[in-house]
Protein backbone atom coordinates (compact mmCIF):
# COMPACT_ATOMS: atom_id res chain seq x y z
CA UNK A 1 0.00 0.00 0.00
CA UNK A 2 2.86 2.34 -0.51
CA UNK A 3 4.18 4.37 2.60
CA UNK A 4 2.07 4.62 5.53
CA UNK A 5 2.12 4.65 9.34
CA UNK A 6 1.70 2.38 11.86
CA UNK A 7 -1.05 2.43 15.55
CA UNK A 8 0.46 0.53 17.70
CA UNK A 9 -2.93 -0.50 19.83
CA UNK A 10 -4.63 -2.93 21.57
CA UNK A 11 -7.48 -4.80 19.34
CA UNK A 12 -9.66 -7.46 20.86
CA UNK A 13 -10.69 -11.01 19.47
CA UNK A 14 -14.35 -11.45 18.88
CA UNK A 15 -13.77 -15.34 19.65
CA UNK A 16 -11.98 -15.63 22.63
CA UNK A 17 -12.49 -11.95 23.61
CA UNK A 18 -8.61 -11.00 24.72
CA UNK A 19 -6.98 -8.15 23.45
CA UNK A 20 -3.37 -8.13 22.00
CA UNK A 21 -1.56 -5.24 20.50
CA UNK A 22 -1.63 -4.67 16.84
CA UNK A 23 -0.42 -2.69 14.39
CA UNK A 24 -2.85 -0.37 12.50
CA UNK A 25 -1.15 0.75 9.11
CA UNK A 26 -3.17 3.66 7.89
CA UNK A 27 -2.52 6.66 5.33
CA UNK A 28 -3.15 9.63 6.84
CA UNK A 29 -0.92 12.91 7.65
CA UNK A 30 2.75 13.12 6.74
CA UNK A 31 2.69 8.76 5.79
CA UNK A 32 6.86 7.73 6.62
CA UNK A 33 5.91 4.86 9.22
CA UNK A 34 5.35 6.59 11.93
CA UNK A 35 4.70 4.59 14.93
CA UNK A 36 1.59 6.80 16.89
CA UNK A 37 -0.98 5.39 19.79
CA UNK A 38 -4.05 6.49 20.97
CA UNK A 39 -4.05 10.02 22.09
CA UNK A 40 -1.08 11.19 19.94
CA UNK A 41 -1.31 14.13 17.28
CA UNK A 42 -1.07 13.24 13.80
CA UNK A 43 2.53 14.88 12.04
CA UNK A 44 2.66 16.89 8.81
CA UNK A 45 5.09 18.53 6.37
CA UNK A 46 5.81 15.60 3.85
CA UNK A 47 4.25 12.91 2.37
CA UNK A 48 1.05 14.22 3.48
CA UNK A 49 -2.32 12.56 2.94
CA UNK A 50 -5.59 14.12 3.67
CA UNK A 51 -5.77 17.65 5.99
CA UNK A 52 -5.05 18.75 9.63
CA UNK A 53 -7.96 21.04 9.29
CA UNK A 54 -10.75 18.31 9.71
CA UNK A 55 -12.90 18.56 12.91
CA UNK A 56 -13.37 14.83 12.58
CA UNK A 57 -12.10 12.03 10.02
CA UNK A 58 -12.31 8.32 10.50
CA UNK A 59 -8.93 6.74 8.19
CA UNK A 60 -8.98 3.33 7.05
CA UNK A 61 -6.55 1.52 8.99
CA UNK A 62 -5.35 -2.59 8.12
CA UNK A 63 -4.39 -4.80 11.04
CA UNK A 64 -0.99 -6.37 9.94
CA UNK A 65 -2.14 -9.14 12.05
CA UNK A 66 -4.56 -11.39 10.40
CA UNK A 67 -5.63 -13.95 12.93
CA UNK A 68 -5.98 -13.57 17.08
CA UNK A 69 -2.27 -14.12 18.72
CA UNK A 70 -4.22 -15.88 21.22
CA UNK A 71 -6.69 -18.23 19.58
CA UNK A 72 -5.38 -18.39 16.36
CA UNK A 73 -8.87 -17.69 14.71
CA UNK A 74 -9.02 -15.17 11.64
CA UNK A 75 -10.05 -11.98 13.11
CA UNK A 76 -11.34 -8.45 11.57
CA UNK A 77 -8.18 -6.58 10.21
CA UNK A 78 -10.22 -3.41 8.50
CA UNK A 79 -10.77 -0.59 11.06
CA UNK A 80 -11.79 3.00 11.18
CA UNK A 81 -9.63 5.14 13.46
CA UNK A 82 -11.00 7.93 14.36
CA UNK A 83 -9.34 11.21 14.55
CA UNK A 84 -11.16 14.39 15.94
CA UNK A 85 -8.55 17.76 15.39
CA UNK A 86 -5.51 15.97 14.34
CA UNK A 87 -5.80 13.98 17.74
CA UNK A 88 -5.77 9.67 17.38
CA UNK A 89 -8.81 9.20 19.40
CA UNK A 90 -9.96 5.58 18.85
CA UNK A 91 -10.53 2.46 16.83
CA UNK A 92 -13.22 -0.01 15.97
CA UNK A 93 -14.32 -2.34 13.90
CA UNK A 94 -14.63 -0.85 10.25
CA UNK A 95 -18.72 0.00 10.02
CA UNK A 96 -18.40 0.26 5.94
CA UNK A 97 -16.31 0.37 3.34
CA UNK A 98 -18.41 2.60 0.93
CA UNK A 99 -17.70 5.82 2.40
CA UNK A 100 -13.84 5.72 2.16
CA UNK A 101 -14.37 5.42 -1.91
CA UNK A 102 -14.25 9.16 -2.51
CA UNK A 103 -10.43 9.44 -0.55
CA UNK A 104 -8.46 6.33 -2.67
CA UNK A 105 -9.97 4.37 0.44
CA UNK A 106 -7.55 6.33 2.88
CA UNK A 107 -10.10 8.26 4.99
CA UNK A 108 -13.32 9.71 5.09
CA UNK A 109 -14.41 13.31 6.84
CA UNK A 110 -17.01 13.11 9.26
ZN1 LIG B 1 -8.77 -15.03 19.93
Known amino acids: MGM ?30 YEYSIGDAIKWGGLDVGSSSYDKVKVYGLLEEDKCLICGLEIE ?34
Open 4 to 33: YNILKTEVQCAYCKNFFEGNIQFKFGDTWL
Open 77 to 110: YEYDIIVEKNIIKCVIPISSMDEYNSTDGNYHVL
